[in-house]
Structure formats: C-alpha cells, structure tokens
DNA sequence: TCCATTTTTGTAATCATTACAAAGTATGGT
DNA sequence: ACCATACTTTGTAATGATTACAAAAATGGA
C-alpha cells in the first residue's frame, strides 16, 4: 500500500513507519476500531510499539482530518479512515457496527439551519437484520 | 415538585430524596449536565450526598427509561431527563448544547430499515448563531 | 419493636487517556 | 561524513471518570 504512505504526504503528515502501518490498518479494517484493537494487532509485527504512539497518531490523524471519531458508547472511542458524513448502526446483540450512507439532502432538520454546522453524527441502536 | 416524585413510582422507582432531588434537577435543568455539574449543585443542600449516589440513581433512570444519555464528546457522558427522539448541536466557541426537534418522518435514512432500531442519536458540532 | 430489604455512602479498584521526559531517528547545512 | 536541530517514539507516571464492594443508614412490613 504505497497508496497510504502518500495520503499522509498530501496532508501534511511525515509519514514514519508506525504512522503508515496504522493508516494502513484503518484502510483495511473497515470495523471501527478502538486504540486497543489497532495496538494489539500490530505489536506481533512491531514489537517496539507503544499505545502511547497510537494514541499520539490517531490524534494526529484527526487534527490533519484523515480519520474520524466514532463514539457510540461511553468509554469506548473508536477510528474510521472514511471521514464522509455517514452514520452507524450498533447490534446490542452481536455488537457489530453497520456503515450507513447518509444522504444530507434527505435530512431535514430545520433548527440545525440557524447554525453553522462542521460535524454531523447520526449513530443507532437496537437489533441488526442477522440477530432478529 | 410532587411531580418528580410520581413520576418515579410510575416507572416503578421507590421515591428516596436522592432519588426525587436528582430527578428535580434534571427536570429542572435542562441543559444536559454531566455527573459532576449535578452533584456540585446538589451537595449543598445534601451535605452527605455521594457521587457514587449520582452514578448509581441515573443508571437507574437510564434502565427504567426515564432519563437518557448524550454523548457528544469523548468522555463527557451527559444526561437528559427529555427521553424523546430528539438531537443535538454543541458550539465549539460557547460549549453550549442546544436541544434540536427530529421529526424522524422526514429522516431518510434507507439502510437503517433492514434493522430493528431502538435508539436515535443525531448530533453536530460547529459556530452557534450567537457566536458568528 | 424487630427483622429483612433496599438505599446510601466512602474507599478502593479499574480503565482509558494524557503528560512528560528520555531515548531514538531523521534532516539539512557545512 | 559530521554535527546541530527538530521531530517521533517510547515507557512510566499522572489524571479523571466510572464501577466494585462492603459497611452504615434508612425504610417498610409483621
């Protein structure tokens, strides 16, 4: 993936090796990870790594806006690489998360009009169609 | 505010005082506080109030379904006595959280249908009209 | 009043995240 | 190639919110 290594360029970001291997796993692994998930899959292969760096990296990614944050339950921050507006769905049952599209044009929301908006977030809970 | 108090023993509640003062604030103040914000207020006139009290009584309200929670930023968990379908926008320059009316009819969100969904959280970010 | 149950309380434990400083790595000029 | 400087990574310690837990207090019948 020479593709990661150059979106960070592009943005600003020097792109180190941890930095790569981590943008690489947010573009890969579409599931919404927290720090925790992205940490212990990538220590096997870079054993020096610290959570403090991964920590330290998404940061980076949000600042420079190539990644977003999800936050669905309370003490549980997740990343996704896809920073369009879309929205989540999370299965209570088999707790996974779905991507919705989200289509603004189709979200009417008068109140939201007055103010000067920069981030949307639509997430959802209840039961997926696999657990039903 | 006997109103506090009956509500509770609908939902099957026993009405202590914590329980009523607590619930009283929230109907009261509705500008979504934190833990903290309600037992600073509370504690005054509560002189042996708990936080742990705090936690516990709206996790209880959370489960009998008579509060509910927001969670706009990373650990900042909020509470809302208003557990209708509604949304949220919180100003980056203020910090004010304004309640925004949903009509879901006029949320078109086709992917969702496939589910069985049982919560609706919308929230957005950004310069609050005051604050241009 | 006495007993059983529920509620409240304080302390300690947990867990995610951040602060910080030291060690390591890259970069650019000479 | 060498050095000075700046940036990145790392580990440990600190922070802060939340929960676990057990003792104390309050409540509500019989």
Same mark, same amino acid.
């Given at each position: 993936m020479e593709n990661a290594c150059k979106h960070l360029k592009t943005r600003g970001?020097? %792109?180190s090796y941890q930095r790569i291997k981590i943008f690489e796993y947010l573009l890969r692994n579409?599931?919404? %990870?927290t720090v925790d998930m992205i940490y212990r899959k990538l220590v096997p292969r870079i %054993?020096?790594?610290s959570k403090t760096t991964v920590y330290n990296t998404l940061n980076l990614f949000i600042e420079k806006e190539i990644a977003s944050i999800i936050i669905i339950e309370e003490n549980e921050t997740r990343y996704d690489a896809d920073t369009s507006v879309h929205g989540h769905f999370k299965c209570r049952k088999c707790t996974k998360v779905y991507d919705l599209d989200i289509d603004l044009s189709k979200i009417d929301i008068p109140?939201?009009?007055e103010h000067s908006v920069t981030e949307h977030h639509f997430y959802f809970k209840g039961i997926c169609k696999n657990c039903r």
């Amino acid at each position: 993936m020479e593709n990661a290594c150059k979106h960070l360029k592009t943005r600003g970001i020097k %792109p180190s090796y941890q930095r790569i291997k981590i943008f690489e796993y947010l573009l890969r692994n579409r599931n919404h %990870p927290t720090v925790d998930m992205i940490y212990r899959k990538l220590v096997p292969r870079i %054993p020096t790594l610290s959570k403090t760096t991964v920590y330290n990296t998404l940061n980076l990614f949000i600042e420079k806006e190539i990644a977003s944050i999800i936050i669905i339950e309370e003490n549980e921050t997740r990343y996704d690489a896809d920073t369009s507006v879309h929205g989540h769905f999370k299965c209570r049952k088999c707790t996974k998360v779905y991507d919705l599209d989200i289509d603004l044009s189709k979200i009417d929301i008068p109140m939201l009009a007055e103010h000067s908006v920069t981030e949307h977030h639509f997430y959802f809970k209840g039961i997926c169609k696999n657990c039903r």
